[in-house]
T-cell receptor, first 108, second 115 residues
């Protein structure tokens, strides 16, 4: 199956780091890994993407395993506004292959 | 930066009625455009994508169709809606900076309920 695998939901405390895992064991060598997040009744929002090296931006960090079969999205200090569904996606030849995502619950 | 406009935001239609959802893009030219559908609690399903005017690729065979009459306009249509067409429809514009790298920008979505 070309889709990625993520836990259905995760909980975290506010102001603590969050590590969201993703498995993509069938990924090809040229497929990028993208992460998007979606708040209720809104369109998804780009978070980060990478190919082989770990990536950092103002929103998050992306740690990619050396064999590229898994990756982890890291929110360094979660806030209540980070509560959303997070999608780990394969970008295969300009096509994004979406799974069901992880619902992240942030507890105050 | 690009902005995606979708309308209507909410639509309630009877089974068998026609459908037209419109998407327009500002802030970029010659974009790759996409229509996605999202069922409740599920991920996004790609319906159509377009790399230029009049160029439409269909990913899922169904009673929906898409058209791109202008560079920054993308329309999703149906002649006769089914109950299973209910869902959250999202239009997206791609800003690719290389093969596989770049990002999608999404509109706010159109929620369709077929009764």
């Amino acid at each position: 199956d070309a889709k990625t695998t993520q836990p259905n939901s995760m909980e975290s405390n506010e102001e603590e780091p969050v590590h969201l895992p993703c498995n993509h064991s069938t990924i090809s060598g040229t497929d990028y890994i993208h992460w998007y997040r979606q708040l209720p009744s809104q369109g998804p929002e780009y978070v980060i993407h990478g190919l082989t090296s770990n990536v950092n931006n103002r929103m998050a960090s992306l740690a990619i395993a050396e064999d590229r079969k898994s990756s982890t999205l890291i929110l360094h200090r979660a806030t209540l506004r980070d509560a959303a569904v997070y999608y780990c996606i394969r970008n295969s030849n300009y096509q994004l292959i979406w799974g069901a995502g992880t619902k992240l619950i942030i507890k105050p | 930066s690009q902005t995606i406009h979708q309308w209507p935001a909410t639509l309630v239609q009877p089974v068998g009625s026609p459908l037209s959802l419109e998407c327009t893009v500002e802030g970029t030219s010659n974009p790759n455009l996409y229509w996605y559908r999202q069922a409740a609690g599920r991920g996004l399903q790609l319906l159509f994508y377009s790399v230029g005017i009049g160029q439409i690729s269909s990913e899922v065979p169904q009673n929906l169709s898409a058209s791109r009459p202008q560079d920054r306009q993308f329309i999703l249509s149906s002649k006769k809606l089914l109950l299973s067409d209910s869902g959250f429809y999202l239009c997206a514009c791609a800003l690719w900076t290389g093969v596989g790298t770049g990002e999608l920008f999404f509109g706010e979505g159109s929620r369709l309920t077929v009764l």
